[in-house]
């Protein structure tokens, strides 16, 4: 039961914070998340008050500009720092 109670409840959420973003992503961290809001290569946030949030519909849409059919586009992302 307490697995169940920990986990995040981001089911038709539209909206999302740091920790719901990272959890809904995988396995990206929330470290990795701010870095990535800091150099500008994560999905568009949105600053409300001293809370950032994202929009579900952003994070589909930054994940599938990731989607590689092989080793060679997913590297050339990683080198433009996108990955």
């Given at each position: ?8 409840d981001?089911e ?6 740091e920790?719901?973003v990272a ?19 994560g ?10 949030l994202?929009?579900?519909?952003d994070c589909?849409?930054w994940?599938a ?17 996108c990955?």
């Amino acid at each position: 039961m307490k697995d169940k109670q920990n986990q995040l409840d981001i089911e038709g959420k539209r909206y999302m914070n740091e920790r719901e973003v990272a959890a809904y992503m995988g396995s990206l961290s929330v470290k990795t998340l701010q870095r990535y809001r800091r150099e500008g290569n994560g999905p568009p946030f949105i600053r409300a008050g001293g809370r950032v949030l994202y929009d579900r519909h952003d994070c589909d849409i930054w994940l599938a500009a990731r989607k590689v059919t092989n080793t060679i586009q997913a590297r050339a992302l990683q080198a433009e720092g996108c990955v």
